[in-house]
Nanobody, 117 residues
Framework: QVQLVESGGGLVQAGGSLRLSCAPT???????MAWYRQAPGKQRELVAS???????NYTDSVKGRFTVTRDNAKNTMFLQMDALKPEDTAVYYC????????????WGQGTQVTVSS
């Protein structure tokens, strides 16, 4: 069973920054990476993704403010969030595609990000 450990969420004022991290508890290969978020009363939405080749994609509302990266040596993925806005408030989930006998998508436990105005 693959488990993911997320960290980095918290309370920040508008305009501030946070960096979320996500890592599997086992040393396994990660292919594509994705970050989702879910605000109260809303559907979960894809925020950012990054392929193994380094291509990235961002939802329009975070372009220029969020950056998805990975540290291969630490087998960890990150979401750097700058210029945060109150509308970024949500629970953020990582979803890497990991090899554990086959390529599958796994979900992190979620981390709360709250941006105050």
């Amino acid at each position: 069973q693959v488990q993911l450990v997320e960290s980095g969420g918290g309370l920040v004022q508008a305009g501030g920054s946070l960096r979320l991290s996500c890592a599997p508890t086992k040393k396994i290969s990660i292919n594509t990476m994705a970050w989702y978020r879910q605000a109260p009363g809303k559907q979960r939405e894809l925020v950012a993704s990054r392929t193994s080749g380094g291509s990235t994609n961002y939802t329009d509302s975070v372009k220029g403010r969020f950056t998805v990266t990975r540290d291969n040596a630490k087998n960890t993925m990150f979401l750097q969030m700058d210029a945060l806005k109150p509308e970024d408030t949500a629970v953020y989930y990582c979803m890497p595609r990991c090899w554990y006998g086959s390529w599958e998508d796994y979900w992190g436990q979620g981390t709360q990000v709250t941006v105050s105005s």
